[in-house]
Structures are given as C-alpha cells and as structure tokens.
C-alpha cells in the first residue's frame, strides 16, 4: 500500500510542480508548451522504467515465494513417507 501513496505522492509533485510552473513562467506560452511536453515524455519514461523495475521486483519476491513453498511441500511429502514407513 505504501508503493502506491508514493507513486500517486510522486504524481501528484510532478502535477502541481508543472501547474506552477506554468504559471510563472518567464518564457513564450509555445516555448513554455515544448519544454513542458519535453519533461512530460522524461517523467513519463522515468515513470516506467520505475514502475518495470518494481514489477521485476515483484516477480522476483513471487518466485521466491513460490519456490520455498514448493520446497516446504517436498519436505512435508518426504517426512509423510518417513511417518508411513516407520
């Protein structure tokens, strides 16, 4: 939950900073509009490839998970075997 409050804490930085930007902008309002579409494509490509790299590390945590589990339920069937031969 706590990803989520900072990306939408992130988003929200990036909105107001840019709203006041524009609105003290010492520059032309077309020059204003490219360097803001210019920051708007790096955010947003800087948005990604944060977003991607926490997927990996999701998916990696998952793995893991699931891994372990697996192996739990390997060494519960080895010592159920050991229980019915014993």
Do not use: C, H, W
């Amino acid at each position: 939950m706590s990803i989520l409050k900072t990306i939408t804490g992130v988003i929200a930085g990036a909105v107001v900073g840019a709203a006041i930007g524009i609105l003290f902008a010492p520059s032309k309002g077309s020059v204003t509009r490219r360097k803001f579409s210019r920051q708007n494509f790096d955010f947003t490509e800087a948005l990604e490839d944060k977003f991607d790299a926490l997927i990996d590390k999701i998916t990696e945590q998952f793995n893991a998970v699931v891994e372990e589990v697996n192996q739990m339920a390997k060494d519960g069937e080895l010592k159920a075997e050991k229980a019915e031969t014993s």
